[in-house]
């Protein structure tokens, strides 16, 4: 681990001499940094820039901005997105103008109580407007500290971001507001997600990944989602010419790959209304297998035609033919329907 003192003073050294000029910055009016800080969630500084301005001129004041109509709040706010922000802060504000005299409270347990106020903005608004001992875990600032002590530390999880948190309790002590913001200005300008200037990085001398090697590797942040799971019931028809039927897809997934028909479970189409022709399939699946995608995963059962079908007898629609056998290698198989084939159709 690296000397603090020294870390810090290398870091807000170099944040001084470079920091890039935002009207927020110019200010010490707790309710123009508050307003910058909701602004920036989800939106870049070049974006913001301008709304701050426009937002700040027609409504200067906490008064002024208590006092105004939601409607007119959102029209200085429209095409930033994310409305609710606006339509939160715009409470929150209300509440101060109500319960505080109109000032925004310095007290970080009061701050967080507001509509809208997350422990990212509690942090940034208590530590630039008042210096309070608090430290701001952004994703710049995730970046930085893993890369710092080449910690793999899912990033996701909360327990990371109080635990970081904590780790940079030290370091917020005093001069918090701008020790939090030459954290995320690091993480914006030079130690930056796929090509960060270590040779440029200010505490480069204190940084384990640089020394290790590993700066791309961090930060760890591991999304986990719920796969969905959608129950699929494919069917094999074989006509008198022992040729099978065949579809293409003209789904988003696998888009333009051909299968043998497939139709979710739980849907109200069958494969008898797709032909117009009743067609009895054994009761038990022959075959059943998985098959994970990264956000989806399907259960297949494979049902097979209890009798040959003739060839004549069907229209087919146009994304469907029959198949010989011999001509497989030219239709573009995904791989659940290889197996399905090798399965079903090589066993033959
Ligand atoms: Fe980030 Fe590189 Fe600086 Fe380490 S040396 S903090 S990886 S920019």
């Keep these: 681990m690296f000397k603090e003192n020294e870390f810090k003073t290398n870091l807000v050294t170099w944040f001084d001499e470079n920091q890039r000029e935002m009207p927020w910055r110019e200010t010490s009016n707790p309710y123009y940094i508050w307003l910058s800080e909701v602004m920036l969630q989800q939106t870049q500084v070049k974006t913001v820039i301008d709304y701050y301005l426009r937002f700040t001129k027609r409504f200067p004041t906490i008064e002024d901005l208590s006092n105004a109509h939601e409607d007119d709040v ?18 929150a504000i209300k509440e101060v103008a109500d319960k505080f005299q109109g000032k925004v409270p310095d007290d970080p347990q009061q701050f967080a109580d507001l509509k809208g106020v997350g422990p990212y903005t509690q942090a940034a608004v208590m530590s630039i407007a008042f210096n309070q001992p608090l430290a701001t875990v ?68 204190q940084c384990e990944a640089f020394e290790k090697g590993t700066v791309l ?11 969905r799971h959608i129950k699929q019931h494919v069917y094999i028809v074989k006509n008198e010419n022992n040729e099978y039927l065949i579809e293409q897809r003209t789904q988003k997934l696998l888009n333009q790959m051909w299968e043998f028909p497939m139709y979710e ?13 009743e067609i009895s399939f054994n009761e038990k699946p022959v075959y059943t297998l998985k098959h994970q995608f990264t956000h989806i995963t399907w259960d ?26 011999t001509d497989k290698a030219s239709y573009n198989f995904p791989v659940s329907m290889t197996k399905i084939y090798n399965h079903i159709c090589q066993s033959e």
């Excluded at 710092?148 to 109080?162: A, E, F, I, M, V």
């Excluded at 913001?181 to 990085?201: D, N, R, S, V």
């Excluded at 059962?301 to 087919?316: D, M, R, Y």
């Design 265 to 277: 479970a739980e849907s109200n189409e069958s494969i008898q209304q797709t032909l117009g022709q």
């Design 300 to 325: 297949i059962s494979v049902f097979v035609a209890e009798s040959t079908i003739t060839k004549n007898s069907l229209v087919l629609p146009e994304n469907m033919t029959w198949m010989k056998l």
């Design 74 to 91: 959102l029209k200085y706010w429209e095409g930033l997105g994310y409305y609710s922000r606006a339509r939160n802060f715009h409470t």
């Design 138 to 205: 952004d994703g710049n600032v995730f970046r930085v500290w893993s890369r710092l002590n080449n910690d793999y530390r899912d990033t996701k999880l909360q327990s990371t971001r109080k635990a970081f948190e904590q780790e940079l309790l030290p370091y917020v002590q005093n001069e918090s507001g701008t020790f939090n913001q030459a954290m995320m200005e690091l993480g914006a300008l030079i130690c930056t997600p796929k090509a960060p200037l270590c040779l440029f990085c200010p505490v480069q001398t």
């Design 217 to 227: 590797e961090l930060p760890v942040k591991t999304t986990k989602v719920k796969k």
